[in-house]
Structure formats: structure tokens, C-alpha cells
């Protein structure tokens, strides 16, 4: 049995979950967010909890109880996106370096010869300020994805600790060559 899908998922005041078929719809003060099940799951909504359950003869195959579990994790995050939303804090660090949001795009100006141009997805409120990107919204996947898209473009490097990281990000820096031993 999965210990997690077991679990029923209350929903908060303000939020309102619509199941319908395979597609759960979820509606709340930050934002609305939908997604489509697998057919493996039965979902249930009774207006302030929301049931996941799985047919008793399939909980001997592990990937039937692993998509149980996922798919009860996946429907809590919409609730939690849409009543208190998610944000990822980045940090730049280099001499010279800046980020800006122009329109939709996140233009970073880290050490290249031309600046990065990178697309904000729909969904997604990117703010700059100094040195620090603050990345937040209702779609915790969509964040995540551009948050650790953004840090590949130039993930710190453990020398001088130069590059784009996560606020809550410890860069161990490595000693330099030893001259003279």
C-alpha cells in the first residue's frame, strides 16, 4: 500500500477542485491549474477533501502504486500553488553581472559576450533586484524548471564562487594551486 497515497488531501478555504472524467481542475486566489490524471488512479472530490484510491487487485504492481503516491503529491502541490504559491530566490554572483526582465524575457548579462535571452513561460512572475531573482507562482513544476534553468546557464564554479545559484545554495569553494611547494 502506498503510504502517501493513502492519505486524503484537504482542501483549503477559497479553493475550489473540480473532478471531472481524468481531468482535475483546481481554482484558488494565486491562480488555476489543471492536469490530467492516469487511468491506473481514481480520483474523488467531496468539496473539502480529495480522495486518491487505486483498484485492490492492482496493488501488487509497483508502478501502479508509485503513480498512487505521485499522482496524490501532484494534486496537493496544485492546491498548495493556487492557495499560497511557490517561489525559488536565486543569487548572482560576479563582478558585472546583471539580470533584467524585459516584457516576458530574463535577460542575464554573466560573463559572455552576449547577453542570455531566456522566455518566462506563461504562469511564471520573475522579478529582479540587484543581484537576486525571485522566481514565483502557482505551478510548482513550472518554477522549479525555469529557476534550474536559468542557474545551468552559468552554475557556480568552486573556485571563486562566481555564478548563478539558489539563495539557500552553500558553495564549498576548492583551494587554488599551491606555488612554491
Not at 493513502?6 to 494565486?30: F, H, L, Q, W, Y
Not at 513550472?142 to 529557476?147: D, L, N, R, S, V
Amino acid at each position: 500500500m502506498s503510504r502517501i497515497g493513502k492519505k486524503p488531501v484537504t482542501v483549503p478555504m477559497g479553493v475550489t477542485i473540480a473532478v471531472s472524467d481524468r481531468s482535475i481542475s483546481v481554482e484558488g486566489p494565486k491562480g488555476k491549474l489543471a492536469w490530467t490524471h492516469r487511468p491506473e488512479v481514481r480520483v474523488s472530490a467531496d468539496g473539502q477533501q480529495v480522495c486518491v484510491s487505486i483498484d485492490e487487485s492492482l496493488v501488487g504492481d509497483r508502478k501502479v502504486r508509485a503513480l498512487w503516491g505521485t499522482t496524490r503529491a501532484l494534486i496537493n502541490n496544485m492546491i498548495v500553488g493556487v492557495s499560497q504559491g511557490y517561489e525559488k530566490k536565486l543569487e548572482i554572483h560576479g563582478v558585472g553581472w546583471t539580470a533584467q526582465v524585459a516584457g516576458q524575457t530574463l535577460k542575464l548579462n554573466v560573463g559572455f559576450a552576449n547577453s542570455i535571452e531566456m522566455p518566462i513561460p506563461t504562469g511564471v512572475n520573475v522579478t529582479v533586484e540587484k543581484q537576486f531573482i525571485t522566481i514565483n507562482g502557482a505551478d510548482k513544476q513550472a518554477i522549479g524548471q525555469f529557476a534550474a534553468a536559468a542557474r545551468a546557464k552559468r552554475p557556480p564554479e568552486p573556485y571563486n564562487g562566481k555564478g548563478i545559484r539558489y539563495s539557500t545554495e552553500i558553495v564549498r569553494k576548492k583551494e587554488g594551486k599551491q606555488f612554491g611547494k
